[in-house]
Nanobody, 118 residues
Framework: QVHLVESGGGLVQAGGSLRLSCAAS????????MGWYRQAPGKQRELVAG???????NYDDSVKGRFTISRDNAKSTVYLQMNSLKPEDTAVYYC????????????WGQGTQVTVSS
């Protein structure tokens, strides 16, 4: 059974930083591409950042230069370092195991709330 457990969300002031973590189990983590998605109220869920099994990364334009995705295969954990946070970054953030592409997800975490106050 696959489990993705996110942590690290919370309330932060604009300009602040947070680091999200996602611990995976039930998968061969090192062979999987992993992503962080977010969903704000009234909006569709969107890909924020992704990292392939080989370490190649991609980012949504809205977070380039501010967010960094990384992975530790020994710990089966993927991270999202978020700097220079803006109120528009407020959303529930989800960890995911990518399917055949970034629009298709095999497994989702339960989500963690990130709230950025102005």
């Amino acid at each position: 059974q696959v489990h993705l457990v996110e942590s690290g969300g919370g309330l932060v002031q604009a300009g602040g930083s947070l680091r999200l973590s996602c611990a995976a189990s039930g998968i061969i983590f090192s062979m999987k591409s992993m992503g962080w998605y977010r969903q704000a109220p009234g909006k569709q869920r969107e890909l924020v950042a992704g990292i392939t099994s080989g370490g190649r990364t991609n980012y949504d334009d809205s977070v380039k230069g501010r967010f960094t995705i990384s992975r530790d295969n020994a710990k089966s954990t993927v991270y999202l370092q978020m700097n220079s946070l803006k109120p528009e970054d407020t959303a529930v953030y989800y960890c995911a195991v990518r399917g055949r592409d970034w629009s298709n997800v095999d497994y989702w975490g339960q989500g963690t709330q990130v709230t950025v106050s102005s």
